[in-house]
């Protein structure tokens, strides 16, 4: 069954680099594509007159956007959702259908992007599939292929394990990070002795080793480089990724309520964009 991916889009800047990432990954794995546009709710009177205005404004939007997709060469499956709502809760729910879910960054501006920019944050917390955000500006002759997160938890080895995979699809290398900062306690930095940050390093490799366990013989060709980097997690990551192809995070969504939350790293990383970001989610939720 071919993968389906669903991209925002809202006509602005941000939403046509998005749109471009997606199609040309639509493109080579054969993927069918749906576009989805949301009219904002929020400001808008509830009345019938006003309610059928955005859903119209909406379905021209959608228009215009399945127009300028076909205008950049994609020939693959093509559909389109246009509806007025919360612009979160729509994109959850549409997510639930999708294989990955492609949005826009946000550029700074209360308007620049619109929602799928504001909220992409948000959303990458809430949906039910891979997030893919992807910066405006393109990396241009990445040096670095797959890069991701290590921290010994499930939500990053469910990110491992969607890394690896790109990697090899790519044909290019997957950099393991795993990030450790000490306690910043003033006062107490004598407890941290060599032993004890020996003790850290071990960890970190140990971390890393069983995260990549196995790897090796589903993707027998894939190089893995594995870093371990004595810096905060956030840092460590938007440097390493600066010039790679893909960075892939984990979420630590889980349940109805840590759902709405997501991990300080995947949020961090997301406000930055070093490159494009896939947040995934961790299959045991």
Same mark, same amino acid.
């Given at each position: 069954m071919a993968e389906n991916i669903i991209i925002g889009v809202d006509g602005s800047e941000q939403s046509r680099a998005a749109l471009a990432w997606g199609l040309e990954r639509a493109k080579e794995r054969g993927a069918t594509v749906e576009l989805l546009h949301v009219a904002d709710d929020s400001f808008l009177s509830e009345s019938v007159a006003f309610l059928s205005e955005a859903q119209r404004a909406s379905e021209q939007m959608l228009e215009a956007e399945r127009d300028y997709a076909r205008s950049l060469g /994609?020939?693959?499956?093509?559909?389109?959702? !246009?509806?007025? &709502?919360?612009?979160?809760?729509?994109?959850?729910?549409?997510?639930?259908?999708? =294989?990955?879910?492609?949005? #826009?960054?946000? !550029? %700074?501006?209360?308007? +620049? &992007?619109? /929602? /799928? %920019? *504001?909220?992409?944050?948000?959303?990458?917390?809430?949906?039910?599939?891979?997030? +893919?955000?992807?910066?405006?500006?393109?990396? *241009?002759? @990445?040096?670095? #292929?797959?890069?991701? #997160?290590? =921290?010994?938890?499930? @939500?990053?080895?469910?990110?491992? =394990?969607?890394?690896?995979?790109? +990697?090899?699809?790519? %044909?290019?290398? $997957?950099?393991?990070?795993? +990030?450790?900062?000490? @306690? $910043? *306690?003033?006062?107490?930095?004598?407890?941290?002795?060599?032993? $004890?940050?020996?003790?850290?390093?071990?960890?970190?490799?140990?971390?890393?080793?069983? #995260?990549?366990?196995? $790897?090796?013989?589903?993707?027998? =060709?894939?190089?893995?480089?594995?870093?371990?980097?004595?810096? !905060?997690?956030?840092?460590?990551?938007l440097q390493i990724a600066e010039n790679a192809e893909l960075l892939v995070v984990g979420s630590r969504g889980r349940g109805s309520i840590s759902r709405l939350l997501l991990g300080s790293v995947s949020h961090g990383v997301l406000q930055a964009l070093p490159c494009p970001v896939i947040v995934t989610r961790d299959t045991a939720k």
């Amino acid at each position: 069954m071919a993968e389906n991916i669903i991209i925002g889009v809202d006509g602005s800047e941000q939403s046509r680099a998005a749109l471009a990432w997606g199609l040309e990954r639509a493109k080579e794995r054969g993927a069918t594509v749906e576009l989805l546009h949301v009219a904002d709710d929020s400001f808008l009177s509830e009345s019938v007159a006003f309610l059928s205005e955005a859903q119209r404004a909406s379905e021209q939007m959608l228009e215009a956007e399945r127009d300028y997709a076909r205008s950049l060469g /994609f020939e693959g499956e093509l559909t389109g959702t !246009a509806v007025v &709502g919360h612009p979160i809760v729509e994109v959850e729910v549409a997510s639930q259908r999708a =294989d990955l879910l492609v949005l #826009g960054e946000h !550029a %700074g501006s209360k308007w +620049a &992007g619109s /929602f /799928f %920019g *504001t909220r992409a944050v948000k959303i990458a917390a809430v949906a039910h599939c891979p997030v +893919a955000v992807i910066p405006t500006t393109p990396v *241009t002759n @990445p040096t670095r #292929g797959v890069v991701v #997160g290590i =921290d010994g938890s499930e @939500p990053a080895q469910a990110a491992i =394990d969607y890394a690896a995979e790109e +990697a090899s699809r790519r %044909g290019v290398s $997957l950099s393991a990070v795993y +990030a450790w900062m000490p @306690p $910043l *306690t003033p006062g107490l930095e004598y407890l941290w002795s060599e032993e $004890l940050i020996e003790s850290q390093r071990q960890a970190a490799e140990e971390a890393i080793a069983i #995260g990549v366990s196995g $790897l090796s013989t589903r993707y027998p =060709d894939l190089e893995i480089q594995r870093e371990i980097v004595q810096a !905060a997690p956030v840092s460590a990551l938007l440097q390493i990724a600066e010039n790679a192809e893909l960075l892939v995070v984990g979420s630590r969504g889980r349940g109805s309520i840590s759902r709405l939350l997501l991990g300080s790293v995947s949020h961090g990383v997301l406000q930055a964009l070093p490159c494009p970001v896939i947040v995934t989610r961790d299959t045991a939720k």
